[in-house]
């Protein structure tokens, strides 16, 4: 059974470039979340959907970060225009409520950004 | 003050060693208590999961919950070269914002 998958798994990309960063839930999972880690801030949770709707995004930095879940196994986080500190890997992860009551998070194997 | 303290490291041990790693948290909305470990480069995948206060075991794994002392613990016995990693606890109320520790890099030298 596949796990998580991320893609791309590495970006380099400009200061005010549109980065686009792509995830695929464990099929039946029905909680989607992404995750930013740096060595500062480490695992900073930025938003979460359950059942493809947006329930917390609290933890978006700022308007120049969009996530959107249009359907069960695709999810987008946007970040546009990217900036240096953006520079960071990317999780996303799921779960469901079989795993220890949602406490078993799958993760992806990440994207590392590099913003010029 | 940040929601999660956790002593960063990095800690080295001697393969064999008993190994405690710990974290304080000043929210105490928080019930569920989770460690999660990182392989480098890797996502972080749950190694133990507690819900109340004392102590559960698993193998060579204990986790221990004080929510009076607002303090979790980690204890790994005979630790391995192969438990190398870093180690986050991770802790949410009744919704799902799980909140992460910054982590505790561990190397355990044969």
């Known amino acids: 059974d596949a796990g998580v998958i991320q893609s791309p798994r590495h970006e380099v990309t400009e200061m005010g470039q549109e980065v686009t960063l792509r995830c695929k839930p464990i099929s039946g999972h029905d909680y989607l979340f992404w995750y930013r880690q740096t060595m500062m801030r480490g695992l900073e949770l930025l938003i979460y959907?359950?059942?493809?709707?947006?329930?917390?995004d609290s933890g978006m930095p700022e308007d120049r970060f969009s996530a959107k879940m249009p359907n069960a196994s695709f999810s987008t986080l946007k970040i546009q225009p990217s900036e240096p500190r953006d520079s960071a890997v990317y999780f996303c992860a799921s779960t469901k409520r079989e795993l220890v009551s949602y406490n078993e998070q799958f993760f992806g194997p990440g994207t590392r950004l590099t913003v010029l | 003050q940040k929601e999660v303290e956790q002593d960063p490291g990095p800690l080295s041990v001697p393969e064999g060693a008993i190994v405690s790693l710990n974290c304080t948290y000043s929210?105490?909305?928080?019930?569920?208590f989770m460690w999660y470990r990182q392989y480098s480069r890797k996502g972080p995948e749950l190694l133990m999961y507690?819900?109340?206060?004392g102590n559960k075991e698993d193998g060579r794994f204990t986790a221990q919950v004080d929510k009076s002392s607002k303090y979790i613990s980690l204890f790994i016995r005979d630790s391995q070269p192969s438990d190398s990693a870093t180690y986050l606890c991770?802790?949410?109320?009744?919704?799902?914002?799980?909140?992460f520790g910054p982590g505790t890099r561990l190397s355990v030298l044969p």
């Open positions: 507690t819900y109340s206060s």
């Open positions: 959907f359950n059942n493809n709707v947006p329930i917390d």
């Open positions: 929210n105490s909305a928080f019930q569920y």
């Open positions: 991770a802790m949410r109320g009744y919704g799902q914002n799980f909140v």
